[in-house]
T-cell receptor
Framework: GEQVEQRPPHLSVREGDSAVITCTYT??????FFWYKQEPGASLQLLMK?????EINEGQGFTVLLNKKDKRLSLNLTAAHPGDSAAYFC????????????FGKGTSLTVIP | GPKVLQIPSHQIIDMGQMVTLNCDPV?????FYWYKQILGQQMEFLVN????????KSKLFKDQFSVERPDGSYFTLKIQPTALEDSAVYFC???????????FGPGTRLLVL
């Protein structure tokens, strides 16, 4: 089955710096890619959903890159601020079956003011 | 955005007892999911449910687990009997279609003593 590796497990950056989180996956049939943010004690908040046909997606203060050749998905917070401190999870699903999500183990991001 | 509700938010029970976790999915969604997250670890898929049936389940979905959604009411996860290792946060999610974004509830924190 799908294996999703997420790195780093912990990341600490200063306010204004960038923060990059990367996931690699193994299943070439993977089709949908997601980044979720989870603040302490809260549920998962969808940041972005990426399809296989797209490569670069820009959100508010972040960029998601998808490289299907390398089976790599990354989240780049361009100018981190303390409100970005949270756990971030990538998730991958196939275009078959019932869209089970395979999650990465998460990255705990701390942004130091 | 779409809201998934979960009741209760916290539950403490003695090992061996039965527990039912309730999920109120987004009203027009057709696919329902349960995930388990042990503190500090990744989210792990338990089961998905569509058209009144379990479609897929993981090895974490033990024989003591069952799910149902009688007559469009709550989507429930029942554990009977509970074990110490069932202590975790259980997240419910729902999606409109099989390939659509899953929206997560706030989780139920279950502690088995």
């Amino acid at each position: 089955g799908e294996q999703v590796e997420q790195r780093p497990p912990h990341l600490s950056v200063r306010e204004g710096d960038s923060a990059v989180i990367t996931c690699t996956y193994t299943d070439p049939n993977s089709y949908y890619f997601f980044w979720y943010k989870q603040e302490p004690g809260a549920s998962l908040q969808l940041l972005m959903k990426v399809f296989s046909s797209t490569e670069i997606n820009e959100g508010q203060g972040f960029t998601v890159l998808l490289n299907k050749k390398d089976k790599r998905l990354s989240l780049n917070l361009t100018a981190a601020h303390p409100g970005d401190s949270a756990a971030y999870f990538c998730a991958v699903s196939e275009n078959t079956g019932y869209q089970n999500f395979y999650f990465g183990k998460g990255t705990s991001l701390t942004v130091i003011p | 955005g779409p809201k998934v509700l979960q009741i209760p938010s916290h539950q403490i029970i003695d090992m061996g007892q039965m527990v039912t976790l309730n999920c109120d999915p987004v009203s027009n969604h057709l696919y329902f999911y349960w995930y388990k997250q042990i503190l500090g670890q990744q989210m792990e898929f338990l089961v998905n449910f569509y058209n009144g049936k379990v479609m897929e389940k993981s090895k974490l979905f033990k024989d003591q687990f069952s799910v149902e959604r009688p007559d469009g009411s709550y989507f429930t996860l029942k554990i009977q009997p509970t074990a110490l290792e069932d202590s975790a946060v259980y997240f419910c999610a729902s999606s409109l279609g099989g390939g659509d974004t899953q929206y997560f509830g706030p989780g139920t924190r279950l502690l088995v003593l």
